[in-house]
């Protein structure tokens, strides 16, 4: 019997970082298959974005955790990790770039293939440029890694003080926008917005969607713009690797011209461009998502094997 779309049901681990816990799942192939076999095919590595955890990514559970290993990470201040107050955990991208690389190395992940969407395509490369060894091909989704070419006034208005922090914390106004804004083919199955809101159900457990909307660097000045540019000018190291670039074309934050960077820094990749899907890409046309990351990572494994 297929799983229901809104079901997540995979055990959550813990891991400490610094005086907090990071949640995630690690889910390993149930089968007859031999270690051997099962250790070549690649890690498939989840990093969310703004205002998701790794809810987002339960149908890569579904469709591939039988035959791969899937690891899914909430960011500090998400999902089911810990939720420290700004007071005691800075929130910026290098800290998040850090804490993924720390969890990599403690699962000792090899042949990893990173799967990343909105922040978490910029935290994810920054961690993979920390491991590099470990990670063998890249699927991004609707993201970015460079300082922001504009910022959508729906996300600028967010950014205002005292008002902005005040409606996305005290109203949740963001990740509650974001469940209807950030899809265009289909609606939410109300379900599937609930799950995605779940861990957000106070002013105390949204302090990671404030803090990442104000961590975007909105001048040179800023303290993640150096972070983000040094990661810009570091992409076209990248370009080696297989390479899977799935795109949402009617999103309105991570717009077209965002594939167009990452396919200039990487002119071997290919690109799926599903012209009306949104930013959710994975939740708009998840068939389409779901069969080009599979004909992709079998590709990658056929090269690995030839």
């Known amino acids: 019997m297929q799983p229901s779309p809104h079901q997540f049901d995979v055990p959550v681990s813990r891991f400490q970082v610094g005086s907090y816990t990071l949640a995630y799942r690690d889910q390993h192939p149930e089968s007859t298959d031999s270690d051997a076999e099962v250790s070549s095919r690649p890690t498939i590595l989840c990093v969310h974005g703004n205002p998701t955890w790794g809810y987002y990514y339960r149908r890569v559970f579904q469709h591939f955790a039988s035959t791969h290993r899937v690891v899914a990470i909430d960011h500090l201040g998400c999902g ?52 590099r060894e470990r990670f063998s ?10 300082p922001p070419p504009y910022v959508p006034w729906r996300i600028a208005a967010c950014r205002l003080p005292v008002l902005g922090t005040l409606g996305v914390r005290g109203l949740n ?12 083919r289909n609606r939410l199955d109300p ?18 969607i404030d803090a990442f909307v104000r961590d975007i660097p909105m001048s040179k000045s800023a303290p993640t713009y150096q972070t983000l540019l040094d990661l810009e000018q570091r992409l076209p190291s990248l370009a080696n690797l297989p390479s899977l670039l799935v795109w949402g ?25 599903i012209d009306d899907a949104g930013h959710y890409v994975i939740e708009d046309a998840p068939e389409a998502v779901l069969e080009a990351i599979e004909s992709f990572v079998a590709d990658v494994e056929a090269s690995m094997q030839s």
């Open 191 to 208: 379900e599937v917005a609930a799950g995605l809101l779940r861990p957000y159900d106070s002013w105390a457990n949204r302090v990671a």
């Open 80 to 131: 089911d990790s810990d939720k420290p107050p700004r007071s005691q955990f800075p929130y910026r991208l290098e800290s998040h770039q850090q804490n993924l690389a720390d969890l990599v190395e403690h699962l000792d992940l090899r042949n990893v293939m990173l799967l990343a969407h909105d922040w978490g395509g910029a935290i994810g490369l920054g961690a993979l440029l920390k491991t």
């Open 249 to 273: 074309m009617k999103d309105w934050c991570f717009r077209p011209d965002c594939l167009r960077r990452f396919q200039q820094a990487w002119p071997n990749a290919r690109s799926l461009e």
């Open 137 to 146: 091909a890249i699927t991004l989704l609707n993201t970015g890694a460079f």
């Open 173 to 184: 106004l963001f990740a509650k926008a974001a469940v209807t804004m950030a899809m265009n």
